[in-house]
């Protein structure tokens, strides 16, 4: 039986997710779980997900076929997410070189945003004239928190209950998210206390 996809908002905003928010779980889990709530439409492309793969496994943090499970549970949410059609573009674009087959899918994905760490590598000058802005995963979860704080922080109670190897509370969670989200995790600690 083919499960249909989920209907989304047509006024969601696009978000392209960089490799980068990808890799660790917990900012992963926090921004998936976001779109699983309607809260944004994500993005992405193979060549994101073959860097996220080359990286995890590298890192030991996935073995080859926890990765495949990962990605088949993404594409599975996520019908819509992935991005073709890209790679043509790539060579016009004067951000980092590194970096410009994320811009390329985001504006082929019709994509509001780009959510990376990686900003310095999406110079104001190169990205303006795509008309796609470039957020941190911070800037990115703080709006969300501003725009539906009750979901947001059910997400992470959600979080803390789901991860079980080794088990999280929620205070976990948030020392987790952290690393990648300082102020998120400020905010969200500070309405959980």
Known sequence: MTVPAPTRSPNLVVALLDACVLFPVTLRDALLRAAEADLFRPLWSADILDELERHLIADARASPASVD???????????DAVV???????????????????LAAA??????VVVTRNVKDFRDEAVVPSKVGVQTPDAVLC??????????LGIVRDQAATFNRPAFDVDDVIDSLARSAPVFADRVRVLFS
């Open 69 to 79: 499970r990962l990605f088949r549970a993404m594409r599975q949410a996520f019908p």
């Open 143 to 152: 709006r969300l928190l501003d725009g539906s704080a009750a979901t947001m």
């Open 84 to 102: 073709t059609g890209y790679r043509h573009l790539t060579n016009q674009l004067q951000n980092h070189p590194k970096d410009r087959h994320v």
């Open 107 to 112: 504006i082929v994905g019709n994509a509001n």
